[in-house]
């Protein structure tokens, strides 16, 4: 038998006998640690069973599944029984997983987005719907509303306006006509990271990424990479997919794109601005989905076109005074009629079940060309 070098067999004792010294206080409390798991897995199997049953009692009345008003009652009800230690961020977190996971059993949502893995689309639907919700990968976003206006999938998830470079037009584009409407939105904090094979900045031919990132990072790709081509593709995470294909390419995209393809961070949140949010809209059949209760803080989206005459955007706007109802975004798209006509996209603050909200929308519509409502949805305060 082979004999242990003497420093060897010193070392892994000291190291017994450390864990020894420690192992009554520390291994009591990793047993309690044990113990607690073993009772949260319990209560957790428990709570599924229970929501199979809720499953079967919707399927039988032909109720939704996915009910988002539901899901944050529950978690604004357990973040204020919250006691702590737990931040009740994190609490939160937790249980819109837990829930999406009892969700899952009682029937899976499929959620289009866009593709491929990694990217912030993809971060969203995970936000909003929980790990559990089986995501479709598209390549655009004009897939994204075909797979969901078609039903293949449930629900879509497209970006509609970043912070610092406005509207994501060709989703305005796309909301004139689908069937879909706005249920919900979700607002992320977006950071770029520029990645490629190499762990190096050195001999960076091109960067590739979404036309929206390239726009929300050129300051600083001007300043440090002003001989690279700045390549366009239709996501970040498909720029993340190419880059690991070529040592010269270079990335810009999020973290998980890096370690989904195997690339190198080369530099860290390399948008141009610090605090640099995208809302992104959660889109459904009305059949798939109601026009969601009214909450404490709503947005009402829609879409009109005036006739071409003086005045006439005045007049538009008279109805949101005289009824007090705030309006929190405007903008305009080309009508493509060959006349300079316009439609106009409005987002509102508050639900149609107002009565204000109610009398405002009514003179809109009288006053319109073209009149849509695209949704009435929950948003952050």
């Known amino acids: 038998m082979a004999e242990v070098p003497a420093e060897q067999s010193a070392a892994t004792t000291g190291v017994q006998t450390a864990n020894n010294t420690a192992a009554p206080e520390l291994l009591a409390l990793r047993q309690q640690i044990d113990s607690l798991d073993a009772q949260l897995l319990t209560l957790l199997n428990e709570r599924a069973h229970v929501a199979e049953q809720v499953g079967e009692i919707k399927r039988r009345e032909g109720s939704p599944f996915f009910r988002p008003d539901r899901v944050a009652q529950v978690i604004e009800k357990i973040k204020t029984a919250n006691t702590g230690p737990l931040k009740a961020e994190h609490v939160s977190a937790i249980w819109r997983e837990i829930m999406s996971a009892c969700l899952a059993l009682e029937s899976p949502q499929r959620v289009a987005v866009l593709g491929p ?216 798209r080309p009508a493509r009629t060959g006349q300079w006509d316009y439609y106009f996209y409005i987002d509102l603050d508050g639900h149609p079940s107002q009565p204000n909200v109610a009398a405002a929308l009514a003179e809109l519509r009288e006053l319109s060309a073209f009149f849509k409502v695209i949704g009435s949805y929950p948003v952050k305060a």
């Open 117 to 332: 893995l990694g990217t912030f689309c993809e971060q969203a639907a995970i936000e909003y719907f929980g790990g559990a919700a089986d995501l479709i990968y598209c390549n655009s976003f004009d897939e994204v509303f075909h797979a969901t206006a078609s039903g293949s999938a449930q629900y879509g998830v497209v970006g509609v306006e970043n912070m610092t470079e406005g509207v994501v037009t060709r989703s305005l584009d796309l909301f004139l006509h689908t069937p879909t409407h706005v249920v919900g939105e979700v607002s992320l904090l977006i950071r770029h990271n520029l990645m490629r094979l190499d762990n190096s900045q050195d001999g960076i031919e091109a960067v590739l990424a979404h036309p929206q990132a390239l726009a929300q990072c050129q300051n600083w790709l001007a300043k440090h990479l002003p001989n690279a081509e700045r390549r366009a593709v239709s996501s970040n995470a498909e720029g993340a997919r190419l880059a690991a294909t070529n040592p010269a390419w270079a990335a810009i995209a999020s973290e998980r794109a890096s370690t989904i393809f195997g690339l190198h961070i080369v530099a860290h949140a390399v948008q141009d601005e610090a605090y640099n949010r995208t809302r992104f809209a959660v889109i459904c059949l009305p059949q798939t989905m109601a026009t969601p209760p009214a909450s404490a803080h709503d947005c009402t989206s829609l879409i009109v076109s005036v006739p071409n005459r003086p005045g006439a955007m005045h007049d538009l706007l008279v109805p949101l005074k005289t009824h007090g109802v705030s309006m929190t975004r405007l903008e305009s």
